[in-house]
C-alpha cells in the first residue's frame, strides 16, 4: 500500500488558503450589504468645476474647426523676427598657434568657444568682436568672428 502524496503542510496550506478564499468573500459581500447611496458619475461644468449634475449644453462655446490651429501659428506679415543673430563680445583668450579662443558676450556675460575656420578678421586678446552662435558638439560656438 501506497502512502498517500500529500504531507502535512501541503494540507496546511490548502486551509490556509482556502480560509483566505472565504474571508475574501466574506469582505466582499459586506461592502456590497453596505453600499450607500453616493455620486456614480461627477460632471465638468462650463467652468471647469466639477458637479453631480450635467453641464447645460446652451453654455457651451461654440468653435469652428477652421479657427483650431495646431502646431506653431503662420508667421503674419507684418511681423518680424526679432531675434539679431548678430551679437557682440569680447575676446577673453585666444591662441593662434592651436587656432581656437573663447569669447566674452557683452549682453548675458556667456563664454563661447571659437575656432579659427570661424573667424573672418584677424582678432587678439581683449578685441571687440561681433559673432553669430551656432550649435556645436559641445555647445554654442562663434562663428563669423569681425573686428568692431
Known amino acids: 500500500m501506497a502512502k498517500s502524496q500529500q504531507t502535512y ?10 480560509k483566505k478564499r472565504e474571508e475574501k468573500q ?7 450589504a453596505d453600499k450607500t447611496p453616493g455620486i456614480d458619475f461627477v460632471y465638468v461644468d462650463h467652468n471647469g468645476n466639477l458637479t453631480d ?20 501659428p503662420p508667421k503674419e506679415e507684418g511681423e518680424r523676427e526679432a531675434f539679431d543673430p548678430v551679437r557682440k563680445g569680447t575676446v577673453s583668450f585666444y591662441d593662434s598657434s592651436k587656432g581656437f579662443g573663447f569669447i566674452i558676450d557683452n549682453e548675458n556675460n556667456e563664454k563661447y568657444f571659437t575656432h579659427v575656420s570661424g573667424i573672418i578678421d584677424e ?5 571687440s568682436v561681433s559673432f553669430e552662435l ?12 569681425t573686428k568692431n
Do not use: F
Open 26 to 32: 466574506k469582505k466582499k459581500e459586506a461592502r456590497k
Open 134 to 145: 551656432e550649435k556645436g558638439q559641445r555647445g554654442m560656438n562663434a562663428v563669423k568672428v
Open 53 to 72: 449634475t450635467p453641464p447645460d449644453p446652451s453654455l457651451k462655446p461654440e468653435i469652428e474647426a477652421e479657427d483650431i490651429v495646431l502646431g506653431i
Open 9 to 18: 503542510s501541503k494540507k496546511e496550506k490548502e486551509k490556509a488558503k482556502l
Open 123 to 127: 582678432i587678439s586678446e581683449n578685441d
